[in-house]
C-alpha cells in the first residue's frame, strides 16, 4: 500500500494548527505538527516529511530561518503562511527556497492545490520539463515551439527565454528578482520585466486584460497557471 503524503505543519496558532490537521486528514494526509521553528528542525531530522507548511511568524526563530535551515540540506516543498501585508516575506521567503505561499486567512481546496502541485514540481525537478499543455496553449521545449490554437507563435528570444522559465516552474510563483537574474544574468530594472510580461501576454493570452496563463502575484513576481 502507498503510504500517504506526510505534511508537516508548523504553527504556534493551536487553532490553525487543528484546522489543518482535520482538514487535510479528511483528504487523505498525513499530518504531523510542530508549534517552534526548533522543533520543525528536528522532526525534518528525524523522519519524513513530503511538505512542510510553515508560517512565518513563530515564537522561537523567524520562519526564514527556518527556510534557510531546511534548504541547507533538503528540497521538500514548503509553503509559506504570511500576513497579508507581510509583501516583503512573501519576496524573502520564496527568493530563499521556499515554493509557494498562502495569505492568511485562506481556503483549505486552495492550499489542497498548492500542496499538489508543489509536488508535482518537485517530481519535474528530476527531469527537464518537455511541455505545457493547457488549453489552447502548448509550449514545446524541446522543439522551442510555442502554439496557441495550434499555430505556432513567433516570441523574440527574451520572450521565449521568458516563458520558458514559467514553463520549467510551472505553478510556482516566481519573484521579480529570480526572473531577473535568470533572464538577464545582468542587473536589470523590473520595469523591462513588466514590458515583457505584457507583450508575451498580447501574444499568448486570448484576453490580455484578463490573463488566463501568465498570472500577477501583486508584489511579487509571476506564476504561469498550471493545470489541475
Known amino acids: 500500500m ?3 503524503v506526510s505534511v508537516l505543519v508548523v504553527d504556534d496558532e493551536p487553532p490553525i494548527r487543528r484546522f489543518l490537521r482535520t482538514s487535510l486528514s479528511a483528504q487523505g494526509y498525513r499530518v504531523v505538527e510542530s508549534e517552534t521553528g526548533g522543533e520543525a528542525l528536528e522532526r525534518l531530522r528525524n523522519s519524513r516529511a513530503d511538505v512542510v ?3 512565518l511568524g513563530l515564537p522561537d526563530m523567524d520562519g526564514i530561518e527556518v527556510i534557510k535551515a531546511i534548504r541547507h540540506n533538503s528540497s521538500v516543498p514548503i509553503i509559506v503562511l504570511s500576513s497579508r501585508n507581510d509583501e516583503k516575506g512573501k519576496v524573502q521567503a520564496l527568493d530563499l527556497g521556499a515554493d ?3 495569505t ?6 486552495e492550499l489542497i492545490a498548492r500542496i499538489r502541485t508543489a509536488l508535482r514540481h ?3 525537478q528530476l527531469g527537464e520539463r518537455a511541455a505545457y499543455r493547457n488549453g489552447i496553449l502548448c509550449v514545446d521545449l524541446v522543439r522551442r515551439l510555442v502554439r496557441v490554437n495550434n499555430e505556432e507563435i513567433k516570441l523574440s528570444r527574451k520572450e521565449y527565454a521568458i516563458l520558458a522559465l514559467l514553463v ?7 519573484t521579480h528578482q529570480f526572473m ?3 533572464a538577464w544574468n545582468t542587473p536589470t530594472d523590473v520595469q523591462y520585466l513588466r514590458i515583457y510580461i505584457k ?9 490580455p486584460q484578463e490573463p488566463r496563463y501568465i498570472l500577477t502575484e501583486t508584489g511579487v513576481g509571476y506564476r504561469l497557471h498550471e493545470p489541475g
Open 53 to 55: 507548511v510553515l508560517d
Open 168 to 174: 520549467a516552474h510551472a505553478g510556482k510563483v516566481l
Open 199 to 207: 507583450q508575451l501576454r498580447q501574444k499568448i493570452e486570448p484576453d
Open 104 to 109: 492568511k486567512p485562506f481556503g483549505m481546496e
Open 2 to 4: 502507498t503510504e500517504p
Open 180 to 182: 531577473l537574474r535568470e
Open 100 to 102: 509557494d505561499y498562502l
Open 122 to 124: 518537485r517530481f519535474q
